[in-house]
């Protein structure tokens, strides 16, 4: 079947990397786009256990387990997100992470990936980010944007630590700070001073541009 998304959708329920994996490089051989097998296939995966943990009915192995399952699935399929990428002019210079004392990193890296797909020179920090690892990263590649990622409503707060470390590091005028991540929302991006917020990977790409569009227009008048 052309992108059996209810065949990934499950395989990431059941914490099976070798058929994630192998699903997901039949949907690239069916022609179907990596994105779309992420956002309704492998990803709603992810959604079910989420609930199913929150619900109790499932336990950190299990989310474990999935969180494997879609690393092994993304591993077939970011390359050939990225591919599109390699091949145009680079649009900006983006430092990314998620939060300190937080390890979820499946979110980011897909913000990543699709920023570089779309010709975005990405550097991603990884996980359980210090905020002054950020603004130095920053420094150092005089970055046009740099991206927080933040799954826990406890780690939240090291958004505004990043924002807040880009003041001290005296880099706040000239770079624009994303936010996003399950629990954040617009109006913490805002309550925090960040620049954006964007609720998934493509409307993170969207934000991008728009925040950088709008500078490049102040700049030239
Ligand atoms: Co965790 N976990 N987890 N977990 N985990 C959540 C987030 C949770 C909502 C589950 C639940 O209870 N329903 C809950 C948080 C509750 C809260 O704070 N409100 C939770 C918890 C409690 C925990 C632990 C505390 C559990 C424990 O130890 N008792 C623990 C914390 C560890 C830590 O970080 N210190 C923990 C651990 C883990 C695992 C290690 C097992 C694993 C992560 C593995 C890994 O990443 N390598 C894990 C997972 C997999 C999840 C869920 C199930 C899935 C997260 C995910 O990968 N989603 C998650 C439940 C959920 O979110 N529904 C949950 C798929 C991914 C594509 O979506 O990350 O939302 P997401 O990213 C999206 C958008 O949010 C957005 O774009 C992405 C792509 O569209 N986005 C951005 C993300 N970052 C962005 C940045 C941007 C812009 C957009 O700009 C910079």
Avoid: C
């Amino acid at each position: 079947m052309l992108g059996d998304f209810a065949a990934m959708r499950q395989s990431i329920f059941d914490g099976a990397p070798e058929s994630a994996a192998s699903l997901a490089k039949q949907a690239l051989v069916a022609g179907v786009p990596p994105l779309e097998a992420i956002d309704q296939g492998f990803a709603p995966g992810m959604a079910d256990v989420g609930e199913q943990y929150a619900q109790h009915n499932m336990f950190l192995p299990d989310m474990l387990a999935s969180a494997e399952a879609m690393k092994a699935a993304m591993s077939v399929l970011e390359p050939e997100l990225k591919r599109h990428g390699e091949q145009r002019a680079t649009a900006g210079t983006v430092v990314l992470g998620t939060t300190k004392g937080d390890i979820h990193e499946i979110g980011k890296t897909l913000v990543g990936t699709l920023l570089t797909a779309n010709g975005f020179k990405v550097h991603d920090l990884g996980v359980d980010v210090a905020s002054e690892e950020f603004a130095a990263k920053a420094r150092e590649l005089k970055a046009d944007i740099v991206g927080v990622s933040a799954l826990l409503t406890t780690t939240m707060r090291g958004q505004k630590a990043v924002v807040e470390a880009l003041e001290r590091a005296g880099l706040r005028s000239s770079v624009k700070v994303i936010v996003g991540g399950a629990p954040v929302t617009r109006r913490w991006a805002e309550e925090i001073g960040a620049d954006g917020y964007a609720k998934d990977a493509v409307s993170a790409v969207t934000l991008v541009k728009d925040l950088l569009e709008h500078r490049f227009a102040l700049d030239s008048r």
